[in-house]
Every structure is written in structure tokens, then in C-alpha cells.
Nanobody, 118 residues
Framework: QVRLVESGGGFVQAGGSLRLSCAAS????????MAWFRQAPGKEREFLAA???????NYADSVKGRFTISRDGGKNTVYLQMNSLKSEDTAVYYC????????????WGQGTQVTVSS
């Protein structure tokens, strides 16, 4: 059974940084895309960034240049380094995974809260 566990969320002032981690278990993720999403109160879930097994990445325009996604294949862990945080980054952050050939993310973590004060 696939399990994704996020950590690293918390409270930070605007302009600060946080690094989120997502530990994945239950299978080999070598053929899987790992991604981060977020959902703010009253808003739809938003894609932020994804990383392939070979290290290729893509980002939403809203976080490009501020957030960096990376993965440690040996540890089945994906990270999201978040810099220059803004109050509008306040949300619950989720990691997710999908097989590289599919379009829908099939496994999700429980989420970690990030709160940015202005």
C-alpha cells in the first residue's frame, strides 16, 4: 500500500523560507512522477511543482523562481524548498504521485499546513 507522509509545515513570516518533505513508501517510485499541490481555504487544489525520476521538473507560474522541488530516489523522498514566502502561500500542502504514463495523480498524502504571516 502506497503511503505518502508530508512534514515540515509550520508558521513563518512573510519573506521567510520553509522546506517541506514527503516520505513515500509501499512501492518503488522509480517510474513515478512526484508532485506538490496546495489548497487554500475556499479555493481549489492548485498544482505547484513536479519532478520525474530523472530529475526533470516543472513549476506553476505562481511559484516559479521561489519554490524548488527535488527528490532523493534512494530515500523515496521529495522536497519542496519554499523561499520568499508570501501571505498568499498560506495553504495546506500535499504531495502526490502518479505513474509517468498517466495524467491523474493516484496517491496523496494527508497534507501539512503552511501559514505565512504578513
Amino acid at each position: 500500500q502506497v503511503r505518502l507522509v508530508e512534514s515540515g509545515g509550520g508558521f513563518v513570516q512573510a519573506g521567510g523560507s520553509l522546506r517541506l518533505s514527503c516520505a513515500a513508501s509501499g512501492r518503488s517510485f522509480s517510474n513515478y512522477i512526484m508532485a506538490w499541490f496546495r489548497q487554500a481555504p475556499g479555493k481549489e487544489r492548485e498544482f505547484l511543482a513536479a519532478v520525474g525520476s530523472g530529475g526533470s521538473t516543472n513549476y506553476a507560474d505562481s511559484v516559479k523562481g521561489r519554490f524548488t522541488i527535488s527528490r532523493d530516489g534512494g530515500k523515496n523522498t521529495v522536497y519542496l524548498q519554499m523561499n520568499s514566502l508570501k501571505s498568499e502561500d498560506t495553504a495546506v500542502y500535499y504531495c502526490a504521485t502518479r505513474l509517468w504514463s498517466l495524467s491523474r495523480y493516484e496517491s496523496w498524502g494527508q497534507g501539512t499546513q503552511v501559514t505565512v504571516s504578513s
